[in-house]
């Protein structure tokens, strides 16, 4: 029953070609991005995973095919959103910050907790999260953030300003200097 619903749709050969010459060249990218968003990178491949499945079903209404990544990019973003409003909803606790283990085997958070900026990053709302990992690690313009988030470029922008104003105060706190 599940392999039914999961199967694709119906699809030529050249169009599940196609879908994978696209996207296939955006998956690295994508997991460092879900990465960096969440935070943890079992939930990262789950969140791609996700995305990918929601791309595969909305390949045949693609309108622009020149814009598949930024398409399969604001997929990935609302899938990480999802995860993270449904984290907060969650009242799971993580033995690993309960037991304060050096080494949890999770690439992502162990590099950010190692990193001051990384555990900076856990003190900004997921809004905010999302646009300095989409400008900072992505390496996207504000305009470009606006669109991938489906917000006014000047929201984009507010949106960084106040999360390097606590990223500035969360450094200038644990004795890091901000500049």
């Known amino acids: 029953m599940v392999e039914a619903q999961l199967a694709p749709k119906p699809a030529t050969v050249s169009t599940a070609a196609s879908f994978s010459t696209e996207i296939e060249g955006e998956l690295a990218a994508a997991y460092r991005l879900a990465g960096y968003i969440l935070g943890d990178a079992v939930e990262a491949q789950d ?26 990019g604001r997929i990935l973003i609302n899938v990480c959103k999802t995860r993270l409003a449904a984290r907060r909803r969650a009242s799971v606790r993580d033995l690993n910050e309960d037991l304060d283990l050096a080494d949890s085997g999770d690439a992502f958070r162990d590099s ?6 990384g555990r900076a990053l856990s003190e900004l709302t997921d809004d905010q999260r999302i646009v300095i990992v989409l400008r900072f690690w992505g390496r996207l313009s504000m305009p470009e953030i606006g669109e991938r988030l489906g917000i006014p470029e000047g ?22 200097d901000p500049r």
């Open 47 to 72: 969140a791609v995973q996700e995305a990918l499945e929601r791309a595969w079903n909305g390949w045949p209404k693609l309108r622009n095919p020149d814009a598949v990544k930024a398409w399969f």
């Open 112 to 117: 950010l907790l190692r990193d001051a900026v």
């Open 155 to 176: 929201t984009a922008k507010s949106r960084q300003h106040y999360a390097l104003e606590t990223l500035r105060r969360a450094l200038e706190r644990d004795g890091e």
